[in-house]
């Protein structure tokens, strides 16, 4: 997949996030990648979940939810990404271990699925051979005249889709097709797996189309079901067309999605804010009070002197205070 295939890479992984209780930024390293091969790291990355734990503040001692797992590359010294955690998102460990195990099974479903697909995948092509080849690289061409020993010389994408359209038959449009794709749908759908697709990136690459029918109809897990869903809310936001007003649908309703997952992390961070101002109120509330009963103790009323009776006062308008604030919030 990439031309770095062969260079070196130490991946970290952090937890950070700032304290809810003191704003402190805080980073907790979860896992060492070691020193690999980036062609090794993928494999790794494949078998490695970062569970997401909460992380304690340096400064306060508190407990608090991270709020992004941050990757960073030591032979480079460089941040490779920084993702933000979606607790809306967050899933149990059954749902957890449906998805890995749906991963991890992507050979197998595809194997029992490949042909069904393929002959989806080239019906869909055929019907449009024109546009279909015009989404084809160069060197996705070469694999395809290949596939039918034909030799070529190819110079540029626009000459490589000429030739495709003048030099092959019709009858052999179906296997060139097939040959032609192998990058796209062995070498990305299925070694990459659904929760490794990047749509975005596949329809700049490949093409609108062809990633269209990829992300809809590539034969996943179950499990894995609702990531497609997703996948096809970024890829139909723009669309136009005769399906235009369904699709833009969807596309609205990952928007309207998105935006929930916003304000429930916003809420849920809030909610931890609070509990810390409760929580720090509640001590002064005990200190206060104890103070109360201490002084109460010492003397008995009567002969109680002013000072003391002025403080009772005081800390008992505090305690008000303090009790109205709690009410507050
Ligand atoms: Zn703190």
Not at 54 to 71: D, M
Not at 151 to 169: F, N, P, W
Not at 222 to 237: H, P, S
Request: glycine share 6%.
């Amino acid at each position: 997949m990439s031309k770095f295939f062969d260079d070196f890479v130490h991946l970290k992984v952090y937890l950070v996030g700032r304290c809810t209780k003191c704003k402190h930024y805080n980073e907790l390293m979860v896992h060492d990648y070691g020193r690999l091969p980036y062609s090794k790291l993928e494999d790794e990355m494949d078998r490695t979940n970062h569970p997401i734990r909460p992380i304690s503040c340096n400064k306060c001692g508190t407990e608090y939810k991270p709020q992004q797992l941050v990757y960073r590359d030591v032979v480079r010294d460089s941040e490779v990404a920084k993702v933000n955690i979606d607790y809306s998102n967050i899933i149990d460990d059954e749902k957890s271990a449906a998805m890995q195990e749906g991963h991890d099974d992507r050979f197998k479903i595809y194997q029992k699925r490949e042909q069904e697909f393929w002959a989806a995948y080239t019906e869909f092509a055929l019907e449009d051979w024109k546009s279909a080849v015009g989404e084809l690289m160069r060197q996705e061409i070469e694999a395809g005249f290949a596939a039918l020993g034909k030799k070529t010389t190819l110079k540029s994408d626009l000459h490589a889709r000429r030739e495709v359209l003048q030099k092959i038959a019709a009858s052999d449009r179906r296997s060139f097709w097939i040959a032609a794709n192998q990058e796209f749908i062995v070498g990305e759908l299925l070694d990459l797996g659904v929760m490794g697709w990047v749509p975005i990136e596949f329809a700049k690459r490949y093409g609108a189309a062809r990633t269209r029918f990829g992300v809809m109809y590539f034969p996943i897990a179950e499990a894995l079901e609702d990531l497609r869903t997703k996948y096809i809310g970024l890829l139909f936001k723009r669309e136009r067309g005769d399906n235009a007003f369904l699709l833009r649908r969807i596309g609205q309703l990952t928007d309207a999605a998105h935006k929930q997952t916003v304000k429930y992390n916003k809420a849920l961070r809030q909610t931890d804010e609070q509990k810390h101002v409760i929580a720090e109120m509640q001590d002064k509330l005990g200190v206060a009070n104890a103070r109360i009963t201490e002084l109460s103790r010492q003397q008995p009323a009567q002969s109680r002197d002013s000072d003391d009776i002025r403080r009772i006062r005081e800390l008992k308008s505090f305690v008000g205070e303090l009790l109205a604030e709690l009410r507050a919030i």
